[in-house]
């Protein structure tokens, strides 16, 4: 039974497929068309308002948590560096922020650790509550224990804390390796392109292993890796394209800080974290038209709009 359901699901996938690469055009209405009777943008102000409360929390606890391990400077410098991929122009504020945080974490009490671990979570538990509205189709089935979804949170936040670590020692070496330079035919060649790119490269790679595991963990139900991976490019592809435009724009066009004056940081912030929760929200609705799409076996009419009912 098991081999013709996996059979069964790989022809659905494979006719998927094929009707995706015959007609993108329809198959991207379609998930527009989706998004909008969702209301993402609504999910997506609302994840990008709790992200802004959370980002500065977590990030104190993160850093202050691998200052134990890892040299405070490159840290700060590994964090500035891809913090620049989430807010692009804004992340150097953030990271004097936590490096202020860090002279004075002697003055951290258990109160206070705890009030930053809450806040730090806050981003989490909305974003798994819009995806429930994006998936509201696995909700319908099946529902998650609220001690899964309690618990969540904070497993995805020391998750994080690994990541970075990680991240943050093959940074330090494919910045050394670019100090190095390679002699060949009677030539020095330095290596500091080369490590640029694979710099870039692994911040792009990290990008997409993150949203990857957004789509596997946040959604009720039990995901499948090829199209959470399906997601999480698209998400990542699409955010590479705003993310320049949004650098240009505030570097060319914006006027912000006249507006907003002392502001201007914060409202920079929440501007590019309103794109980021809102490309995040459309790949996941990606995924969910490719699951209706192979369930249902054929093109399908544009879907109802989530209401209280369905995800009963």
């Known amino acids: 039974m098991s081999r013709r359901r996996s059979w069964r699901e790989r022809l659905l996938d494979q006719r998927a497929n094929a009707w995706i690469l015959a007609h993108p055009l329809g198959f991207s209405l379609q998930v527009v068309r989706a998004f909008r009777a969702n209301q993402g943008l609504l999910l997506a102000g609302a994840v990008a308002y709790y ?20 040299d405070q400077a490159e840290l700060l410098e590994t964090l ?8 692009p122009g804004q992340s150097r504020p953030l990271v004097e922020e936590v490096a202020h945080f860090l002279e004075n974490r002697d003055l951290i009490t258990w109160l206070l650790g705890a009030t930053m671990l809450f806040f730090s979570s806050l981003a989490f538990t909305v974003l798994e509550n819009a995806m429930s509205v994006i998936f509201h189709h696995r909700v319908a089935v099946r529902r998650r224990h609220f001690l899964v979804s309690a618990v969540i949170p904070y497993a995805y936040i020391l998750c994080l804390c690994i990541g970075l670590l990680v991240v943050t020692a093959v940074a330090g070496v494919l910045q050394a390796l670019g100090r190095e330079e390679l ?5 020095d060649w330095s290596l500091g392109g080369l490590s640029a790119a694979l710099l870039y490269g692994l911040g792009f790679i990290g990008e997409v292993v993150l949203l990857a595991s957004v789509y596997l963990v946040m959604p009720v139900g039990r995901p499948s890796l090829r199209h959470a991976l399906i997601g999480a490019v698209a998400a990542a592809l699409l955010w590479e394209v705003s993310r320049r435009v949004l650098v240009w724009y505030f570097l060319t066009l914006s006027q912000i800080g ?24 459309l790949g996941a609705q990606v995924i969910a038209e490719y699951e209706r799409f192979c369930a ?17």
């Not at 992200?51 to 890892?70: D, G, N, R, T």
């Not at 002699?183 to 030539?187: M, P, S």
């Open 51 to 70: 992200a802004l409360l959370s980002i500065v929390p977590f990030l104190m606890l993160v850093v202050v948590a691998l200052s134990h391990f890892i």
């Open 80 to 87: 500035r560096r891809y913090l620049g991929l989430l807010v």
């Open 258 to 281: 006249v507006v907003y004056g002392s502001l201007t940081t914060a409202i920079a912030v929440l501007l590019s974290l309103e794109v980021a929760a809102t490309l995040l929200l």
């Open 296 to 312: 249902e076996g054929e093109a399908r009419t544009a879907p109802q709009p989530f209401t209280t009912e369905a995800a009963q």
């Open 183 to 187: 002699h060949l035919l009677w030539r």
